[in-house]
């Protein structure tokens, strides 16, 4: 269907010239894909959904869900969502003095326990009315699954609503570290990620965004990880990389964020430093979150420096493309003097084209040196799937390459992927 004056076209028509035109564009950019991959002897998979069918808006791309689609209830207030001062208040208005709230903030942050029978310091006759009125239980743990070495675990944790999210706990010789959700699904309908095939439920609240931690911080002392009880030792590092898109859900993530830095008992008392939070490249919050002096670690998952794969693997590149997001991170290193990271999944025939890894080098280095971190991570292979990771040799190539232009690149160690708790295998499948 072609037409000189489309404003002489119906509704239905112009819908049929848009997607006509979209499925030429997108014709066009393989050409050019197919094209390069050729002259390297390779070739060049279009990302597409497996499995599952991506909803599609008006104009034929995937459609982007920023908030739910219907009115959803949120979990009653607990006291990870205040700040002191408001648990006092709230104390207060229970008949207690304002003390009290210190009290339950050592219990929860530094002790990781509601549980009123260690309470010992809060009046005998009231604990129970305390601990229902402050800490509502938010997150019920309906599956763990660890790895052989007991360094990885995977949570299945059930919310008030009956949402089910996970998190993935993980010690490193030097750290322990805990990847989080954020959000009941997520709205960014990437074709190879679990997590959004359903799409978006709900934002998580700034609590039990929270919970995660103390809970993981929980397992922790009581030898969880590894077997051997380790009451000292805590989560030392966090990064938003569970389900759900951390930028589409700011106000809470952030709120969760300064109540992760804040000391304690106020908060858990964690550094900014080790606390990354990703994004898919949600330029308008970047920005915002470069103002929020607080130095987190940022990190954009690009996944392809062309705007023609990545219009099709990361479908929100159709409202920001790759050089919008480039320049938001860049300006967050101009604004924090926190170098920023790029995340990027190296999938086989897909991504990991040489001519790829000279044209992200090019654009990262256009905006200067010393700014930008590269973490190539192979993809989790799924059997007989498209969405399988680039071949040894070829990650080996893709990394050197990035090496030899100047860009600081490291190879990512893939954690949880036999118990399916790595990048882009959650999915809060309870039958699993």
Same mark, same amino acid.
């Given at each position: 269907m072609t037409s000189s004056n489309p404003t002489t076209l119906s509704a239905d028509e112009r819908k049929a010239l848009r997607l006509e035109q979209a499925a030429a564009q997108r014709a066009q950019q393989l050409r050019i894909s197919t094209s390069r991959a050729q002259a390297e002897g390779r070739a060049q998979v279009i990302p597409t959904a497996e499995g599952w069918k991506q909803e599609m808006g008006a104009d034929g791309r995937p459609e982007l869900q920023f908030a739910t689609k219907r009115r959803v209830s949120q979990p009653p207030t607990h006291l990870a969502d205040l700040t002191l001062a408001e648990r006092q208040e709230k104390l207060k208005e229970l008949g207690l003095p304002g003390f009290r709230a210190k009290q339950l903030s050592v219990h929860y942050f530094q002790h990781y326990t509601t549980d009123p029978a260690k309470m010992s310091d809060l009046p005998k006759e009231r604990r129970g009315e305390? *601990?229902? &009125? !402050?800490?509502?239980?938010? %997150?019920t743990e309906v599956k763990r699954l660890t790895t052989d070495d007991g360094r990885t675990v995977k949570f299945l944790w059930r919310l008030f609503d009956g949402s %089910? +999210?996970?998190? +993935? %706990? !993980?010690?490193y010789p030097n750290r322990i570290t805990l990847c989080i959700s954020s959000q009941c699904g997520c709205g960014m309908n990437c074709p190879f990620c679990a997590t959004g095939q359903a799409g978006l439920t709900r934002n998580m609240s700034t609590a039990e965004i929270l919970d995660q931690i103390v809970q993981a911080n929980r397992v922790i002392a009581e030898g969880g990880l590894g077997g051997q009880k380790h009451p000292d030792e805590r989560v030392g590092n966090i990064v938003f990389m569970g389900m759900g898109e951390p930028l589409a859900n700011y106000k809470r993530v952030m709120n969760a964020v300064h109540r992760m830095v804040a000391e304690a008992p106020e908060g858990l008392g964690m550094s900014a430093r080790g606390i990354t939070v990703s994004t898919v490249g949600l330029v308008p919050a970047i920005r915002k979150l470069a103002n929020e002096n607080v130095p987190v670690t940022f990190a954009l998952s690009l996944h392809a420096p062309d705007d023609e794969l990545r219009d099709e693997l990361i479908p +929100?590149? =159709?409202?920001?493309? +790759?050089?919008? &997001?480039?320049? &938001? &991170?860049?300006?967050? #290193? *101009?604004?924090t003097g926190r170098r920023v =990271?790029?995340? #990027?999944?190296?999938i086989k025939d897909m991504n990991d084209h040489e001519w790829r890894a000279e044209m992200l080098a090019k654009k990262l280095n256009a905006r200067g040196r010393g700014w930008v971190h590269v973490n190539p991570i192979p993809l989790n292979p799924v059997p007989g799937s498209i969405w399988t990771r680039s071949e040894p040799d070829i990650t080996s190539k893709f990394v050197r390459r990035l090496d030899e232009l100047g860009v600081p690149t490291t190879l990512r160690d893939t954690r949880g992927k036999e118990i399916d708790g790595a990048c882009g295998q959650l999915a809060a499948d309870g039958d699993k």
């Open positions: 305390l *601990v229902d &009125a !402050m800490f509502p239980k938010l %997150l %089910l +999210v996970e998190s +993935v %706990l !993980m010690r +929100v590149n =159709s409202r920001w493309k +790759v050089d919008e &997001a480039l320049d &938001a &991170a860049y300006d967050y #290193y *101009v604004r =990271s790029i995340e #990027y999944a190296l």
